[in-house]
T-cell receptor
Framework: AQSVTQPDIHITVSEGASLELRCNYSYGATPYLFWYVQSPGQGLQLLLKYFSGDTLVQGIKGFEAEFKRSQSSFNLRKPSVHWSDAAEYFCAVDGGSQGNLIFGKGTKLSVKP | DTAVSQTPKYLVTQMGNDKSIKCEQNLGHDTMYWYKQDSKKFLKIMFSYNNKELIINETVPNRFSPKSPDKAHLNLHINSLELGDSAVYFC???????????FGPGTRLLVL
């Protein structure tokens, strides 16, 4: 069965520091992968997605992610974190023919001034 | 214009009551979903509709009944609410398989 693992429950970084959020997936075929962000009390906003092609994907707000098939990973990165990036981040994989998303448990990002 | 909207945004009710949450999308998408986010922020699919037909029905109590009057609407009716139903419920919609799934703002349900 498909699954997504986000090994880090909570990460704290200093403003201006670089960020990497980890995501590992389990999927039989080529996965469709997504990163969503949820600010406190808000809905889910898509940061970026990978379907095929270039394994380095650029998203909104300066985020990027790299698909590594050999490691079953799709880690999210940002070179310099801003205080407004504090939020919950979810990695997800397309669950199959019905297209529902299977989410990881999320990583909460805190940003220190 | 809001792509996926949900009403109400907040819902506080007593145990045993029946309530409905409405969802509308103006994106022309064929597929709509309901997800539940529990108190630990875990998101899980509940239902999926494609062109008004139920496609996915996960192991959700039959107190939950989705209804899709047309392609643009997917409502969620919950009977006999229980404390454990307290959660955030998200509606989402999608066009073709490789397109982005858009989420509504969520409905925060609190059962007392």
């Amino acid at each position: 069965a498909q699954s997504v693992t986000q090994p880090d429950i909570h990460i704290t970084v200093s403003e201006g520091a670089s960020l990497e959020l980890r995501c590992n997936y389990s999927y039989g075929a080529t996965p469709y992968l997504f990163w969503y962000v949820q600010s406190p009390g808000q809905g889910l906003q898509l940061l970026l997605k990978y379907f095929s092609g270039d394994t380095l994907v650029q998203g909104i707000k300066g985020f990027e992610a790299e698909f590594k098939r050999s490691q079953s990973s799709f880690n999210l990165r940002k070179p310099s974190v801003h205080w407004s990036d504090a939020a919950e981040y979810f990695c997800a994989v397309d669950g199959g023919s019905q297209g529902n998303l299977i989410f990881g448990k999320g990583t909460k990002l805190s940003v220190k001034p | 214009d809001t792509a996926v909207s949900q009403t109400p945004k907040y819902l506080v009710t007593q145990m045993g009551n029946d309530k409905s949450i409405k969802c509308e999308q103006n994106l022309g998408h064929d597929t709509m979903y309901w997800y539940k986010q529990d108190s630990k922020k875990f998101l899980k699919i509940m239902f999926s509709y494609n062109n008004k037909e139920l496609i996915i029905n996960e192991t959700v109590p039959n107190r939950f009944s989705p209804k899709s009057p047309d392609k643009a609407h997917l409502n969620l009716h919950i009977n006999s609410l229980e404390l454990g139903d307290s959660a955030v419920y998200f509606c989402a919609s999608r066009g073709r398989r490789q397109e982005t799934q858009y989420f509504g703002p969520g409905t925060r349900l609190l059962v007392l």
